[in-house]
C-alpha cells in the first residue's frame, strides 16, 4: 500500500481580492455631488462673511478712532504748521496724554509723521527723527484717507511693537490743522 497525500505548494497562490462594489442609484449620486458643493460653497461663504465683518469693525473703529485721537492730539501739533518738527512742551503734552488716561490705555503706539515720512513725534524718543519710505497707510493719510488694518507688524517702522505682539490694529489717521489746513499723519 502507498499513501498519496496531495500537498499544498508551500507559496502562497496568487488571488484577487474582491472587493464589494457599491452600487448606488443615480438620486444618491445627485445627492453625495449636491452635499459636496454645499459644503465648499458653506466655507467660501463663511470666509467671505467673515472677511466682510472684520472689515466692517475695523473701518467703524478707525472713523471713530480718527474723531477721538484727532480732538486730543491736533491742539498739540501747532508748531508743525511752520515746520516739520514739535516743541518740547507739545512732546510733554503728548506725553502727557497717553500716561495715564483714557486714550493712553487703548493706544499701543502714537507716531505724529512729517510729510517726508519722519517721525516727529514718538513715546520712544530714541524713534523720533527717523525717516521711513511713504506708502501704504502713511501715504493715505497723506491723501486726507483714514486706512486701518489688521497689520502683521512686518515693516520696519514697526520693529518695536513686533517685539512684544503678532499683529495690531494699525490705523494711519490724517490731522488736519485748523489753522494751516496742512496734514499731519497719525
Do not use: C
Not at 484727532?70 to 501739533?77: A, C, G, I, M, R
Not at 509723521?113 to 520712544?124: C, K, L, V
Not at 513686533?162 to 490731522?175: C, G, K, S
Amino acid at each position: 500500500r502507498s499513501i498519496h497525500a496531495a500537498m499544498a505548494d508551500p507559496a502562497p497562490a496568487t488571488s484577487r481580492l474582491r472587493v464589494p462594489r457599491i452600487r448606488t442609484s443615480l438620486a444618491r449620486r445627485f445627492l453625495l455631488a449636491n452635499l459636496v458643493v454645499l459644503i465648499i460653497a458653506g466655507l467660501v461663504i463663511g470666509v467671505w462673511v467673515g472677511d466682510q465683518l472684520e472689515r466692517g469693525i475695523i473701518d467703524r473703529t478707525a472713523s471713530i478712532t480718527a474723531l477721538y485721537v484727532e480732538s486730543f492730539v491736533e491742539p498739540h501739533l501747532g508748531s508743525m504748521t511752520t515746520g516739520d518738527a514739535l516743541s518740547a512742551a507739545e512732546v510733554a503734552e503728548l506725553n502727557g496724554l497717553l500716561t495715564n488716561t483714557p486714550l493712553g490705555e487703548k493706544i499701543v503706539a502714537l507716531r505724529v509723521w512729517s510729510p517726508d515720512g519722519t517721525i516727529a513725534y514718538s513715546p520712544d524718543p530714541t524713534r523720533i527723527g527717523q525717516q521711513f519710505v511713504v506708502e501704504g497707510g502713511l501715504a493715505e493719510a497723506l491723501e486726507g484717507k483714514v486706512e486701518a488694518e489688521m497689520s502683521p507688524l512686518s515693516s520696519a517702522e514697526n520693529a518695536p511693537e513686533r517685539a512684544q505682539w503678532d499683529r495690531l490694529l494699525e490705523m494711519y489717521l490724517p490731522v488736519r490743522d485748523a489753522a494751516s489746513d496742512r496734514l499731519h499723519p497719525l
